[in-house]
């Protein structure tokens, strides 16, 4: 029952590196999302998908791409990461409602 | 401009009594609110939800209101437990529109023994 799983947890970066969280469900869902968590401004929308191959940008995407090659595989990138996107990041999955979430890659940028 | 407002951003409450959980909305496309609870370094878990065709629905110790013409929503948790400290985040959603979130800012929860 592994849900949606989110590698990695934990990530600190310098400013410029870049790198790729990845997020994996095995709940076939075809809907999948990218969320940034800050400090009381809840959970915000970066990308989502609706389905194999498709992408769309959300509420703040800017920084940020995202890739769905497999229908089970969601893959957040950073190409030059900035203090700025220090963040919690949530994976979530869905067919429908309710989204159901990964446990979140906490990632620092020095 | 927050479309999703938890004004609250904490609260406290005695074992056994009411905790009242309030959530604001400002789009009044939204048809479809959801409640999730959220534990430290984990991710949040859906609670409940209510589609704007009802203003009530109940789950257990866990009531959710809807008043569209106030565009407010509520969630009751009765009787409050400790394991109910989390932090809660009331979300919504509007037809066709990808089945996207938007979150409100949370509420944290304490239940004392």
């Known amino acids: 029952n592994a849900g949606v799983t989110q590698t990695p947890k934990f990530r600190v970066l310098k400013t410029g590196q870049s790198m790729t969280l990845l997020c994996a469900q095995d709940m076939n869902h075809e809907y999948m999302y990218w969320y940034r968590q800050d400090p009381g401004m809840g959970l915000r929308l970066i990308h989502y998908?609706?389905?194999?191959?498709?992408?769309a940008k959300g509420e703040v995407p800017d920084g940020y791409n995202v890739s769905r090659l497999k229908k089970q595989n969601f893959l957040l990138g950073l190409e030059s990461a900035a203090p700025s996107q220090t963040s919690v990041y949530f994976c979530?999955?869905?067919?429908?409602?309710?989204?159901?979430f990964g446990d979140g890659t906490r990632l620092s940028i020095l | 401009d927050q479309q999703v407002k938890q004004n609250s951003p904490s609260l406290s409450v005695q074992e056994g009594r009411i905790s009242i959980l309030n959530c604001d909305y400002t789009n009044s496309m939204f048809d479809y609110f959801l409640w999730y609870k959220k534990y430290p370094a984990e991710g949040p878990t859906f609670l409940i939800s209510?589609?704007?065709?009802?203003d009530k629905n109940e789950d257990g110790r866990f009531t959710v209101f809807l008043n569209k013409s106030a565009k407010h929503l509520s969630l009751h948790i009765v009787p409050s437990q400790p394991g109910d400290s989390a932090v809660y985040f009331c979300?919504?959603?509007?037809?066709?529109?990808?089945?996207?979130?938007?979150f409100g800012g949370g509420t944290r929860l304490m239940v004392k023994p």
């Open positions: 209510i589609s704007s065709i009802k």
């Open positions: 979530a999955s869905s067919s429908g409602k309710p989204q159901h």
């Open positions: 998908s609706v389905g194999e191959g498709t992408t």
């Open positions: 979300a919504a959603s509007e037809e066709g529109a990808g089945n996207m979130l938007t």
